[in-house]
């Protein structure tokens, strides 16, 4: 039936399943199909171009696979490659995980506004563009903070090791008197109870993975596309490349324990 077809997910490569878990939270009765492109991973050091030819390459084999939805499950690939989703896929809802933040961050009441991604988002000026779009009295900043991706990936959330990298990143001067801070990267949601302890209560921590989720959500019901399901939905879980390495770090991604199989696109 068309509703329950899967919605597909996809990202650089494990970060993304921190949006797949929030997803999988709110819409239990989904099936979907994630895709993490770990074989070219890390994306947040690459060109746009590049992003935006992994993107494609990925987004085709999900529309293969007959996907009712696409959700850009990575910072840098939404900063780089939703407008040419959308355009090569007029006919499918694409959600990206910049936008949802940035809606809520124009109807909040929010005043100087923080924004920490990869270099790649960075550079973008994504998130500070549509935010001054939608709200021109607001403040924005941004800093990359290339340190943390990888830091989580080995495990150093919640040791020394992380408290160390994000008092260096946070105690950075342009981010003083912050009202809001998004978390501009799939990873940093593993990180989200530390900074929130760091900044204090007076600074309210965004986290996009959960927004994009609310806004998969609201699209779904909108193009009546929810799932009528009503059965847990089914998963499946590919990688460009896989290691053992990867499979470690999906379930810490994740927060249960999941099959990656590999699956090699071709260009
Ligand atoms: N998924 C990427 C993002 O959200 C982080 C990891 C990477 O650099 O590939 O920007």
Do not use: W
Request: proline letters at 4%; a positive charge.
């Amino acid at each position: 039936m068309e509703k329950n077809r899967p919605i597909g997910i996809f990202d650089s490569g494990v970060g993304g399943l921190t949006v797949a878990k929030a997803i999988a939270e709110l819409l239990p009765a989904e099936s979907f199909i994630y895709f993490g492109d770990t074989r070219h991973a890390p994306y947040g050091d690459k060109a746009s171009h590049t992003i935006r030819e992994y993107s494609q390459r990925i987004s085709r084999f999900l529309v293969a696979q007959n996907c009712k939805a696409i959700v850009i499950a990575c910072n840098s690939a939404s900063a780089a490659a939703y407008e040419q989703l959308c355009a090569d896929f007029p006919n499918i809802p694409i959600i990206n995980v910049i936008d949802p933040a940035v809606k809520y961050i124009a109807q909040s009441e929010a005043s100087k506004v923080g924004i920490i991604a990869t270099r790649a988002t960075v550079r973008s000026k994504v998130y500070a563009q549509r935010i001054s779009a939608a709200n021109q009295n607001l403040t924005v900043v941004q800093k990359a903070t290339p340190l943390l991706a990888p830091l989580i990936e080995e495990g150093f959330a919640g040791t020394d090791v992380s408290k160390g990298a994000l008092a260096h990143y946070l105690n950075h001067s342009s981010l003083k008197k912050l009202s809001d801070l998004i978390l501009g990267c799939t990873h940093y949601p593993l990180l989200e109870e530390e900074i929130a302890a760091y900044l204090g209560p007076k600074v309210r921590v965004l986290n996009s993975a959960k927004l994009a989720a609310q806004a998969l959500q609201g699209v779904l019901a909108s193009q009546d596309l929810l799932s009528t399901s009503v059965d847990a939905g089914k998963r499946r879980f590919y990688v460009s490349e896989k290691t053992p390495a990867f499979t470690k770090i999906a379930k810490m991604f994740f927060g249960q324990e999941i099959r990656l199989e590999e699956k090699f696109l071709k260009s």
